[in-house]
T-cell receptor
């Protein structure tokens, strides 16, 4: 069965420190991959997406993600976090030409001053 | 554009009551979705629609019904509310054929069934 796994439920990081969120997928073929962010009390907003090509993709708010086929991973990174990055982050996938996203369980990020 | 709107924002239901969660989008998107979000479980797809008059079940459809009479609206109906339906519900939409696959989400409805 297709699945997306985010191994870390919570991550606490100091403001100004780097952040990396992990995402692994299990699909028959490489899916299209997404990272969404959910600020408290809000809906989900797309940070970035990967379909093919360059394995390092840039997104909004200073985030980037790296696709690694050999590890079935699509990890999200930010070099220096801001207090406003405190939110829940979801990795999601859809099979190519599909129309139903599968979401990971989410990682909640807390930012310490 | 208002994007995807949902009403109400919050609702408390008693067991056995019924209600409809409203969802509307003004982006002329053909695909619309309903998800529920439970802590630590991510989002689970309840129902989706590929266009007016066409709906299909997602991963967790039991206890829910949907209809899609117009492109803009995609209401979700709970007929006999149960405590297991306590959750946050999100509606989303996307334009199939755009090559984007980006889903646009509403702000959510927090439902408590007691």
């Amino acid at each position: 069965a297709q699945s997306v796994t985010q191994p870390d439920i919570h991550i606490t990081v100091s403001e100004g420190a780097s952040l990396e969120l992990r995402c692994n997928y299990s699909y028959g073929a490489t899916p299209y991959l997404f990272w969404y962010v959910q600020s408290p009390g809000q809906g989900l907003q797309l940070l970035l997406k990967y379909f093919s090509g360059d394995t390092l993709v840039q997104g909004i708010k200073g985030f980037e993600a790296e696709f690694k086929r050999s590890q079935s991973s699509f990890n999200l990174r930010k070099p220096s976090v801001h207090w406003s990055d405190a939110a829940e982050y979801f990795c999601a996938a859809v099979k190519a030409a599909g129309n139903k996203l599968t979401f990971g369980g989410g990682t909640r990020v807390l930012v310490k001053p | 554009n208002a994007g995807v709107t949902q009403t109400p924002k919050f609702r408390i239901l008693k067991i056995g009551q019924s209600m409809t969660l409203q969802c509307a989008q003004d982006m002329n998107h053909n695909y619309m979705y309903w998800y529920r979000q439970d802590p630590g479980m991510g989002l689970k797809l309840i129902y989706y629609s590929v266009g007016a008059g066409i709906t299909d079940k997602g991963e967790v459809p039991n206890g829910y019904n949907v209809s899609r009479s117009t492109t803009e609206d995609f209401p979700l109906r709970l007929e006999l509310a149960a405590p297991s339906q306590t959750s946050v519900y999100f509606c989303a939409s996307t334009l199939d054929g755009s090559g984007s696959y980006e889903q646009y989400f509403g702000p959510g409805t927090r439902l408590t069934v007691t």
